[in-house]
């Protein structure tokens, strides 16, 4: 009785954070490799967790950091934060969700299907296996979160897959990263 009472405590909690604070969805109604679906914006410079991906814009620059690293991150160095999908369980980790909170660029958590949930502090955190499993986010193939100089409320970001013939293609994610990084650039303004 004591663990059922608890899921619905949960459940009504998460699902009221996704109410209460301020959520922006990019969602693509059609799927395209067009080249005018690319992000044609300004030199970005991205530190990246893990692995990074193959994309086709040519002013995207990846600069591979530790995880570590980002407890101490350097001011005015980088755009953005991805953390790649093999990097997520250990990137939900109290001391990484404590230093999200005080950066100054948006961090994106790609591959996740946790949503943004496990890197965010919450009483009663669970890991981010647990997460998984209650959320299963297969719709979203990019979550990301920014909090604004305020600290006191975050901006949370889904980018999903681009959907043809109302199939998901989760084998079409350029499109999907080019909207992340209009996203960096139009936080940077």
Same mark, same amino acid.
């Given at each position: 009785?004591?663990?059922?009472?608890?899921? $619905?405590?949960?459940?009504?909690?998460?699902?009221?954070?996704?109410?209460?604070?301020?959520?922006?969805?990019?969602?693509?109604?059609?799927?395209?490799?067009?080249?005018?679906?690319?992000?044609?914006?300004?030199?970005?410079?991205? /530190?990246? $967790?893990? /692995?990074?991906?193959?994309?086709?814009?040519?002013?995207?620059?990846?600069?591979?950091?530790?995880?570590?690293?980002?407890?101490?991150?350097?001011?005015?160095?980088?755009?953005?934060?991805?953390?790649?999908?093999?990097?997520?369980?250990?990137?939900?980790?109290?001391?990484?969700?404590? /230093?999200?909170?005080?950066?100054?660029?948006?961090?994106?958590?790609?591959?996740?299907?946790?949503?943004?949930?496990?890197? $965010?502090?919450?009483?009663?955190?669970?890991?981010?296996?647990?997460?998984?499993?209650?959320?299963?986010?297969?719709?979203?193939? $990019?979550?990301?979160?920014?909090?604004?100089?305020?600290?006191?409320?975050?901006?949370?970001?889904?980018?999903?897959?681009?959907?043809?013939?109302?199939?998901?293609?989760?084998?079409?994610?350029?499109?999907?990263?080019?909207?992340?990084?209009?996203?960096?650039?139009?936080?940077?303004?």
């Amino acid at each position: 009785m004591k663990k059922l009472l608890f899921l $619905i405590i949960v459940t009504a909690f998460i699902g009221s954070l996704f109410i209460g604070f301020v959520m922006n969805t990019d969602y693509k109604a059609t799927g395209s490799d067009k080249s005018s679906d690319l992000y044609k914006g300004t030199s970005l410079k991205i /530190a990246i $967790i893990g /692995a990074a991906p193959n994309v086709k814009e040519d002013q995207i620059n990846f600069h591979e950091i530790k995880l570590s690293e980002v407890v101490d991150f350097p001011k005015n160095k980088y755009n953005a934060i991805f953390i790649m999908e093999e990097n997520l369980a250990e990137a939900a980790d109290k001391k990484y969700r404590n /230093a999200y909170r005080s950066l100054e660029v948006p961090v994106f958590f790609v591959g996740s299907k946790a949503s943004h949930m496990p890197f $965010i502090n919450m009483e009663n955190q669970i890991s981010y296996k647990e997460y998984v499993d209650r959320v299963n986010d297969n719709q979203h193939f $990019i979550t990301g979160l920014w909090y604004p100089k305020s600290k006191d409320t975050f901006k949370a970001f889904k980018f999903g897959y681009p959907v043809e013939n109302d199939e998901y293609q989760r084998d079409k994610v350029q499109e999907v990263y080019s909207s992340v990084f209009k996203k960096i650039e139009s936080i940077l303004q």
